[in-house]
């Protein structure tokens, strides 16, 4: 359980750092940053999880002798380069979704660009994120049992290695694993519930 939750915590931290950065590069005024950061998210959404995984684990080295060290950072690595490339199009989506009439006002006040970001856009569009990033987590949890197949000993690995001795037990093992991803995942259901009640209260409009 140790390894499945430091993968879920590492992974979270900079799934969300990424998200945010390609979000910005999506919407920044260079084309060049708008059209690599569109490359990353292209290539990250339309490929599987499970071969990016293997790709940083397996490839990465053999290709270009570049390692990352451990099983672990691997697969954090893979899970929030895969998941940061979704949640950057929440980013960007909820940024454009404020109203053009407060980026408008906070213009006439004369604040700068980085100003009206920090104190007006960003506020309001955090808010709005708040309920994609709650189920995000919840699908990050989920993926984390794909950590496995690279040979970390999570909940998943440890239930195979005792389901291999004891054949007959195999339903209940993976009974068992079942009720585990769901008490997990039941923190991250009560966020994402509360991340929606916040949001519900609405943003400011015109």
């Known amino acids: 359980m140790n390894i499945t939750i430091t993968v879920l915590l590492a992974s979270a931290v900079l799934s969300f750092i990424i998200a945010f950065l390609a979000g910005f590069g999506r919407i920044a005024k260079n084309p060049i940053i708008r059209k690599f950061t569109g490359f990353y998210i292209e290539v990250f959404r339309g490929t599987s999880l499970i071969v990016q995984l293997f790709w940083f684990y397996y490839a990465l080295p053999g290709l270009f002798g570049i390692d990352l060290g451990t099983d672990f950072w691997a697969a954090v690595v893979a899970i929030s380069m895969n998941y940061g490339a979704y949640m950057s199009e929440v980013v960007r ?114």
């Open 93 to 206: 989506g909820s940024i454009l979704s404020v109203s053009d009439g407060q980026k408008e006002a906070a213009t006439a006040l004369n604040m700068s660009r980085f100003q009206r970001m920090r104190l007006v856009i960003l506020p309001q569009a955090v808010r709005m994120m708040l309920p994609e990033f709650g189920n995000y987590l919840i699908q990050m949890l989920k993926a984390t049992s794909l950590v496995s197949l690279i040979g970390l000993t999570d909940i998943l690995y440890h239930g195979d290695i005792f389901r291999s001795t004891n054949l007959s037990l195999a339903p209940t093992v993976y009974l068992l694993i079942l009720v585990f991803y769901f008490i997990l995942a039941l923190p991250l259901i009560w966020l994402t519930r509360w991340a929606e009640k916040q949001s519900s209260k609405g943003v400011a409009t015109e």
